[in-house]
């Protein structure tokens, strides 16, 4: 009996394999009014999947507004999306399928350094333009002719939070910051610049976001009696850094880059949130007016939650860039033109502020100082 | 360093400890009763603790309700899995068995993120009483929370285990699978009890830890291999072993972190694993607990 | 054993010929290259897994050591890149070699988690020593490998490269598994008694298979890097040991036939499996089930199964 | 009542009974004999359900349990003393004989175990003495004495006995065999594979000799005492 069971879950899953290959076969498609194709890598699984999946909510969004819209001169615009799983080696190879259509005019995507690092390796490589939704990290990178960054330079937020601080007569800072690329480029930032705005830092502990208690290290920062704490981590593990501050009866104000931005931190650390600054690219509850038409629309998609984050916002802002310069070329379109168009883009959206004439990665405008009060996100004071 | 920090470093080992120690629980028992190594334990600690959040946080069930469906619901999953997936490999070897939960995780991780999509959940603490405040430390409610279940669930095992006919099948199904057949035990019912046993722990675990940590789709994986590492460390085959590994794991990394250096704590936790891995291949406390 | 001889003749065939019809798609010579890196790595691993019925979680370890160390030594001390492959080659291969009697003490999940362990070990100190390793964010614009003024720098030129060296990882690994090691490995495999009475120093061949499955990886690692021209530590986390030895399992885990299936599985797998975006983890989730459940030979197993079936039908 | 027929069973690809047909009748005891390897133990572990038979039948009772998992042939009350004494070494004395009582404990309650126990100890005063010590650091006669204690906690109507003497002194195997006797009287039906013809033909009412696989004797245990074959094989006389 048993094994007149087993065949038939072999044939079911035979026949799911069948199903799984014919679905990758590629379509035929129609040359002439086809839409106009944009690639698409976004991490969608593993760790950094959160920030995938925010993007890809903002791209959806601009998509559907521009298509409804009529899309690029009566041309649709057809999003290629696939999932990079949050492995830098596997973002590589998407880049090099998607260069491989030639119908896809753009690459869109990346969500974290390694994986942005490794599809902008490429993409120079194979000459397709590539808009993403990470920071310029380095030199090699502003030398690079087919990326172009959307996300504030971990530089600046650093410098702003320095600035903030000065502003408020903070004098010694405790660092707790997560042991990935974005905890140490804000560490070395901090370090690089703390003196020029009068601050010292008196302590710096690292954890990693899976971690499950961090009083341990901010005990030790807590020893050496900080004026105020940076907590350079992304969410779950920097909410439970705030929690965990306020357990141990730490009251010095706190503050975090844009990675800890968004509702869940609220969601996740409570009343612990309350007053947290975080550097980030868009305030939910006050939008300046370039952000004002995607909040709106933002908040009639979603009644229960209003208030986007700046990953949401930006992924907006990678679509609607990308058709700003299609619709500046001059049909056919060819990869180079379009790179060409991007190149010469001056736009101001949801999330983010780019003169990519000048350098590839967004202007310092681009950033927004806002602070948890009540359960919202307003402008910091 | 002063008295009030080094209390704060326990209490932090504690902390994670407990955390550890919980889903060691559930490796310990599926390991003991029929060599199996799980590696989707992780995942029911997952299940439990989202279906409590999603039930508290959006259908606003009472928590305690809540924290019971998520308990419900892991042990369901345990006993499918068991059923479904393990049986009809059991005589198939131990690497197959290992691949199959392995891969039981993965899909179970990869629905949940299509499910729940990869927001972390949150949860209402089960007891809110104060903090426990000595000498400048802190433990927050939920870590005595999570210690006080702990030790009534350890308890509660191994006196199952020891006095009721069903423990005691587990005892010998574990020790060897044939002579427990050839003495009217039922063994594959027993692996499928163990199962879910360690999917139920695995729940409460999960639910309790909620309001702590938080929960997301993605979590599971991460927690399957602290704690086989945990029970790994204490005696994967003895529940007692397991418990006392996860405590273990989470003081070394507390103290690590607290008197070496945070960026070196899991050079220094790996560093003591792989050393006494090699003194005492069978891990720590097994000589100790045989008998539970 | 005499289809593995003909397969012996016929993938080096392949391999040479292949680029005349692939050569001028991008896409399909970016696939060939990164098959022929995880067929080394998956060479080194059918050693310990298959054939020597060792559950190693260290591939990661040693395929992240040999890329810093023939990417640190390429882009700090200028030394040339296929040097740094050697170098990668005998450092992975003197660890592996110091590291083996210890750790094949450990029987099925204490090895695993051990192993586990030493990789998580060296991910923390690639982290945190980032003036010399890049850190978390790594290196950007490694160089091409180049024999005198000829640089490997075309993806055609670079799959020659990458192939001349799975192919000698293959000859080896071919040869060990016919030798008298690899007649002894199998041994362990069946029972560990069994083959200490037959006279095998298991010990000794343990030690070997361990060895020869770091340098393997190791190798391919430092091919990686320079190939993608960028590394970072997130390209050896605990999740790529895991998916090689699933990957492993599907294409089959005890024959080089299997390596390669699994090669060319785990390349090409995710990247068709990309477009379903977010259900590509539980369609991929569901096919390894499947295979692990219905196929307990993995693919090259089944096809090699199904294969004698017809032979013996047709001789009927 | 237990009654084979035309039984042929084997491991993977390799036979090893051959068409044995075998019957135990009510209250009698059977013994099994043969040289190693000849499938005696094939034959038990097949009628236990360790082993699926290829072919023929396998009667308890009248019931059919041929393929029947091993758990369930115990719980029709069949109870099995295994090959070497199969005693749960990590585990207490006690404990070893309440797991006998895995199935009584379902039908009998904690306090017909409790009487069960007591009956057992009765029986192997030496098992109450060594109560609550590891079944491990109990001697080869007492760990066998534990072994037949455990079988007799699931109150079988029939023992199945996998060479009950082997390796133990000739003094414990008499001790054995006294013991042995003394559960006959109770009634209870025996099946004996043994290569100690003493102790076999001290205890059967029939006896059957099985050789690769085949039976090739089969009678009372007093024609079988003086036939040649057995006495060359069994009793060391030249014939």
């Known amino acids: 009996m048993t094994h007149h069971h087993s065949s038939i879950a072999r044939r079911h899953f035979i026949a799911f394999v069948a199903a799984t290959v014919a679905a990758i076969t590629p379509q035929a498609y129609a040359q002439s009014n086809a839409p106009i194709k944009i690639g698409a890598i976004l991490d969608q699984s593993g760790p950094v999947a959160p920030l995938g999946q925010f993007t890809r909510a903002g791209i959806d969004m601009a998509l559907k507004e521009v298509n409804a819209a009529g899309g690029v001169r009566g041309r649709q615009i057809e999003l290629v999306s696939l999932n990079s799983e949050s492995k830098p080696d596997l973002a590589a190879s998407l880049a090099v399928r998607l260069s491989g259509d030639a119908d896809v005019m753009a690459i869109i995507g990346g969500n974290f350094a390694s994986s942005s690092n490794s599809i902008g390796a490429t993409v120079e490589k194979q000459a397709i333009a590539y808009i993403t939704p990470t920071a310029l990290l380095n030199d090699a990178q502003a030398k690079w002719k087919y990326s172009y960054f959307t996300l504030a330079e971990f530089s600046d937020m650093a410098k702003q939070i320095l600035v903030y601080a000065q502003k408020k007569g903070y004098k010694k800072a405790g660092l707790i910051r997560v042991e990935r690329e974005y905890g140490e480029q804000g560490s070395k930032f901090l370090h690089q610049f703390a003196a020029q705005y009068g601050v010292t830092l008196v302590a710096e502990e690292r954890g990693a976001d899976g971690d499950r208690d961090f009083t341990a290290q901010l005990t030790k920062i807590r020893q050496a009696n900080p004026d105020f704490l940076v907590v350079w981590f992304a969410n779950p593990g920097g909410s439970l850094v705030l929690k965990n501050a306020r357990q141990l009866g730490m009251t010095q104000p706190m503050m975090a880059p844009i990675s800890m931005d968004g509702s869940v931190t609220i969601k996740l650390a409570g009343q612990a949130a309350e007053g947290v600054v975080i550097t980030s690219q868009i305030a939910g509850s006050e939008p300046l007016p370039r952000q004002k038409a995607f909040i709106d629309a933002y908040a009639k998609a979603h009644p229960d939650a209003p208030e986007p984050n700046s990953f949401e916002a930006v992924g907006y802002d990678l679509v609607k860039m990308t058709v700003e310069a299609l619709k500046k070329v001059d049909p056919p379109y060819t990869r180079a033109k379009v790179r060409d168009a991007i190149n010469a883009l001056d736009y101001q959206g949801a999330g983010t502020v780019v003169k990519y004439k000048n350098r590839n990665g967004p202007s310092e405008e681009t950033l927004v100082m806002i602070q948890a009060s009540k359960g919202h996100f307003v402008l910091a004071k | 360093m002063d008295l009030s920090a080094a209390l704060q470093f326990v209490f932090s080992g504690i902390t994670i400890g407990a955390f550890y120690a919980f889903v060691a629980l559930g490796v310990s028992i599926v390991f003991s009763s029929s060599g199996i190594v799980n590696f989707a334990q992780g995942q029911f600690v997952m299940l439990g603790g989202m279906v409590a959040a999603t039930l508290a946080a959006n259908a606003h069930w009472p928590v305690p309700v809540a924290m019971l469906c998520g308990v419900v619901a892991a042990a369901a999953g345990g006993a499918v899995m068991a059923r479904l997936f393990v049986l009809p490999m059991l005589r198939a070897g131990e690497f197959p068995l290992i691949l199959v939960t392995l891969g039981l995780g993965v899909l179970i991780e990869a629905l949940a993120v299509v499910f729940w999509g990869t927001d972390p959940q949150m949860l209402d603490s089960l007891l809110k009483i104060e903090p426990l405040r000595v000498m400048g430390a802190t433990l927050s409610s939920d870590s005595i929370t999570i210690l006080c279940v702990l030790a009534i669930a350890l308890i509660a095992f191994t006196q199952f285990l020891r006095r009721t006919r069903w423990g005691r099948a587990m005892r010998a199904t574990a020790i060897d699978r044939d002579v427990a057949a050839s003495l009217g035990i039922n063994v594959r019912a027993v692996i499928v009890l163990s199962f879910t046993m360690a999917a139920a722990f695995g729940g409460l675990a999960g639910a309790l830890l909620t309001p702590i940590i938080s929960t997301g789709a993605q979590s599971g994986f991460q927690m399957t291999l602290k704690a086989i590492t945990a029970a790994v460390l204490g005696g994967v085959a003895s529940p007692i072993g397991a418990v006392a590994g996860g405590l273990l794991l989470g003081m070394i990394e507390a103290m690590s972190s607290g008197y070496v250096s945070s960026t070196y704590q899991n050079v220094i936790a790996s560093v003591v694993l792989i050393v006494l891995l090699f003194l005492r291949p069978r891990g720590l406390f097994t000589a100790l607990t045989r008998q539970a | 054993m005499n289809s593995y001889r003909k397969a012996g003749w016929l993938l080096p065939v392949v391999a040479i010929i292949l680029p005349l019809f692939i050569g001028g798609l991008p896409s399909a010579l970016n696939l060939a290259i990164l098959v022929g890196i995880y067929f080394t790595v998956c060479i080194g691993l059918t050693l310990i897994f298959g054939i020597g019925g060792q559950l190693s979680l260290a591939p990661a370890a040693f395929y992240g050591l040999g890329a810093y160390t023939s990417a640190l030594l390429s882009t700090r001390l200028g030394v040339p890149v296929l040097l740094g492959f050697v170098a990668a080659g005998v450092l992975c291969g003197v660890i592996g070699w110091l590291l083996a009697r210890p750790l094949l003490r450990l029987r099925a999940v204490y090895l695993a988690i051990a192993t586990l362990a030493f990789g998580d070990i060296l991910n923390t100190l690639i982290r945190a020593n980032s003036e010399i390793t890049g850190g978390s964010s790594g290196i950007v614009n490694l160089p091409s490998p180049a024999l005198g003024s000829f640089e490997f720098n075309t993806p055609l030129r670079y799959y020659f490269l990458v192939w001349a060296i799975a192919l000698f990882a293959l000859w080896i690994g071919n040869n060990i598994v016919k030798s008298r090691i690899g007649i002894g490995l199998r041994g362990l495999a069946e029972s560990e008694i069994g083959a200490a009475s037959c006279g095998i120093d298991v010990a000794r061949y343990k030690a070997w298979m361990f060895t020869i499955g770091a340098i393997l990886p190791g190798v391919a690692g430092g091919l990686l890097v320079h190939y993608l021209g960028f590394i970072s530590p997130d390209s050896f986390t605990t999740q790529f040991s895991i998916l090689i030895v699933m990957i492993l399992a599907v294409g089959g885990r005890d024959s080089l036939l299997g390596a390669l299936t699994g090669a060319i599985l785990v390349t090409v797998l995710p990247i068709m499996l990309a477009s379903y975006e977010k259900y590509s983890p539980v369609i991929f989730a569901v096919l390894f089930l499947g295979s692990v459940m219905f196929m307990p030979k993995g693919l090259a197993g089944a096809a090699m199964a199904a294969m004698s079936k017809w032979r013996r039908s047709r001789n009927d | ?239």
């Open chain 4, 1 to 239: 009542m237990l009654s084979i027929n035309n039984l042929s069973a084997g491991y993977g690809d390799v036979q090893v009974l051959f068409d044995v047909s075998l019957t135990v009748n009510p209250g009698q005891c059977v013994a099994l004999l043969g040289p190693n390897g000849a499938g005696k133990t094939t034959l038990l572990r097949t009628v236990c359900g360790f082993i699926r038979p290829l072919r023929g039948k396998i009667e308890l009772f009248g019931k059919s349990i041929g393929g029947h998992p091993v758990h369930r042939v115990v719980g029709t009350g069949v109870a099995q003393v295994m090959q070497g004494r199969q005693v749960l070494g990590p585990m207490s004395v006690r404990d070893n004989l309440l797991l006998g009582a895995h199935v009584t404990m379902a039908r009998e309650g904690a306090e017909g175990v409790r009487k069960l126990l007591g009956e057992i100890y009765e029986l192997f005063p030496i098992l109450l003495e060594r109560e609550n010590a590891f079944a491990a650091s109990l001697s080869g006669g007492e760990q066998q004495m534990l072994a037949i204690g455990r079988a007799l906690m699931s109150r079988p109507k029939a023992i199945l006995l996998d060479e009950p003497s082997m390796g133990l002194a000739p003094r414990i195997v008499e001790h054995i065999g006294h013991v042995l006797r003394r559960i006959k009287e109770t009634g209870i039906t025996m099946l004996l594979v043994e290569q100690n013809p003493e102790l076999a033909f001290a205890l059967a009412d029939r006896c059957s000799v099985i050789e690769s696989g085949h039976i090739v004797l089969e009678g009372a245990t007093e024609e079988l005492r003086s036939h040649g074959r057995v006495a060359e094989l069994y009793l060391g006389q030249a014939g």
